[in-house]
């Protein structure tokens, strides 16, 4: 290739980029005004819950990829006996979503096949497995993962992560802005042929802001005296700089609550230092921070295994687990092996939202007394326990 053909192609690139950002910058400012008129519209509740009760509750249930089939067959027994006179007197539904695997997601070159969105949106709330998101490695079509792609759709922009560790004194309660950062546009970044690449990440004020009034009022719900902002403000200057400055103005609205910030990196640590992790209650941070971070503490928990997430918007909840489909134990063999824990826990947090909180509890206990019997025999290895044998000791308990 010529030298004039080279700096041509490369002119040509630099142009669809100039283009394709112009267009992003623009919808970003008409997504942050549509905000804004809903905050105008209709503020968000203090409760931070749905209103399920004039009506029956339809829970949708989808398995996912890998292991997310079979940890979900568990869950669903777990519910169905957990909610046994709810489900016989009509007051809710499980409502199982077939077909929202991998396999089906390519050969329909969608994020989410338009039948699988259709029954989605027919149920109030959503019990989610995990999903696989195709990389460059599997020479597969480049489809969005389909946790942005829901949390978008239903504007799920608050990711709600509980890590509980009484005997250490830790309850940490982690409010992931989940709509924006890196993963709203990390589809849409720009390759200059030879050169370099480039990917965009983005923050709303008015997103920054309904994120920051859940984490407050969350902790004012529950009496929690500490928020704790996250960030990297001294390097991303512009986007972490805006959250932080943004958070701050909201915690003015509380001022029985202590505010403080940390960066992302020294969070990291404080999190691993046992002389001052205790401390920390709640946290609001940007959305790659917040889905780094919480595996962290979830690893601190007992393993991803362990940990459930909320995604809450103003009118629909997923609810999920907060690892993935876990593709090497399935090539193994081991998917049996799998612990449902962590989508049970996200099971406990769905029932706490859609009004059930004598249910949730009661799940919370059978969940904190099988840990203490199988807990440490859940190594996801051949020769552990097994998925069936821990859900079969939740239910033993309920």
Known sequence: MSKSTYSTEIEHDIAAAVQNFE??????????????????????????????????????TAGGDGIGPIIMREVEAVLNTLLRDRLAGGEVALRPIGGFTLENRLAAGKTVPDNIMAAMQECDVLLKGPTTTPNAAMNAANIESANVYLRKAFDLFANVRPVVIPEEGIDWTFFRENTEGEYALGSRGEYIRGEFAVDFKVTTDEGTRRIARAAYEYARANGKKRVSIITKANIMKKTDGNFLNICREVAEDYPEIETDSWFIDIMAANLVNADIRSDFEVFVLPNLYGDIITDEAAQIQGGVGTAGSANIGRNYAIFEAIHGSAPRMIEEGLGEYANPASLLKAAAMMLS??????????????????????????????????????ANEVMSRL
């Open 23 to 60: 267009s992003m910058l623009r919808e970003q400012v008409a997504r942050n005004e549509r905000m804004r008129s809903e905050r105008a519209a209709e503020p968000m509740s203090t409760e931070f819950s749905g209103n399920y009760k004039a009506k029956q509750i339809i829970i949708g």
């Open 353 to 390: 939202h859609v009004g059930y909180a004598a249910e949730s509890d009661k799940l919370e206990t059978a969940l904190a007394a099988a840990d203490e019997k199988l807990g440490a025999r859940m190594t996801g290895l051949a020769g552990g326990a097994t998925c069936r044998e821990y």
